[in-house]
């Protein structure tokens, strides 16, 4: 799964500086074409925090949707994306849909990869922990308006232990926004990550981050994989559909 040249010991110099690292190159060539491929042809639903709970659409719905109707549902993200708890974003949670089956295709096989034996460890020797045991997979696609507003995903660490941002997405224009920005502990944005393609962002829980507006003129989607390692059940986390980015 992971490219065989790189230095695991180096990366974990890199990741105990700050508790994060982003990695280059991260997979085998063909791994990362055959997923980027497939995500370009993935049916995507769309996921929204309403300010009253996570919904999960059909675009086929939506198009029945009545232009007020979608408009009010727009002045619902927008409310909720005020108070910070706001997000809007294209996924399929890989781990919930393919729970007892995952297919045979390229994002299938990585489902299942992301938590074998193989990657759990390449994680664990880079981030110098074994406080995790499972993985939880979400294929992403940021169009135009979408966004994750800044957020934690697990505060206290008790179920995720580590996020991590697989980054498919072969061009991009940090003009057209959707980075995945961080915070430091005083809530002042720092080093902003433009998406990239076959990258890994790899970062302790407790880093505050966002991925920031995509703009209208956008001219591809931001595509990645993200999710997080975890302790225990994977689809204990299913509950809450913010991905980390």
Not at 150 to 158: A, I
Not at 162 to 178: E, M, Q, S
Not at 184 to 209: C, E, I, K, W
Request: aromatic content about 10%; some cysteine; charged content about 20%.
């Amino acid at each position: 799964m992971f490219n065989h040249k790189l230095d695991f010991d180096a990366l974990h110099a890199r990741f105990t500086e700050a508790g994060r690292i982003g990695i280059e190159e991260a997979l085998d060539a063909p791994l990362a074409d055959a997923l980027a491929r497939a995500m370009a042809g993935l049916r995507y639903k769309s996921f929204c925090a309403t300010g009253k709970g996570v919904a999960v659409l059909d675009y086929e719905d939506l198009a029945q949707w009545t232009p007020g109707r979608r408009a009010e549902l727009t002045a619902h993200l927008h409310e909720a994306a005020v108070q910070a708890e706001g997000f809007a974003y294209n996924g399929i949670r890989m781990t919930v849909a393919w729970a007892h089956t995952p297919p045979d295709t390229p994002l299938g096989r990585l489902s299942v990869l992301l938590a074998s034996t193989k990657a759990l460890d390449a994680v664990r020797a880079i981030t110098g922990a074994a406080t995790f045991d499972n993985a939880f997979a979400h294929a992403t696609e940021h169009r135009p308006g979408h966004y994750l507003t800044r957020h934690l995903d697990d505060p206290k660490g008790e179920h995720r232990r580590f996020a991590f941002v697989l980054g498919l997405t072969r061009r991009w224009d940090p003009d057209w926004g959707g980075l995945l920005q961080f915070y430091d502990d005083r809530m002042q944005a720092t080093d902003p990550l433009s998406p990239g393609y076959n990258t890994l962002d790899l970062f302790d829980v407790r880093h505050a981050h966002a991925v920031t507006y995509v703009a209208p003129f956008a001219q591809a989607p931001r595509l990645a994989v993200s999710g997080w390692f975890v302790k225990g059940d994977p689809l204990q986390t299913a509950a809450r559909a913010k991905p980390p980015g």
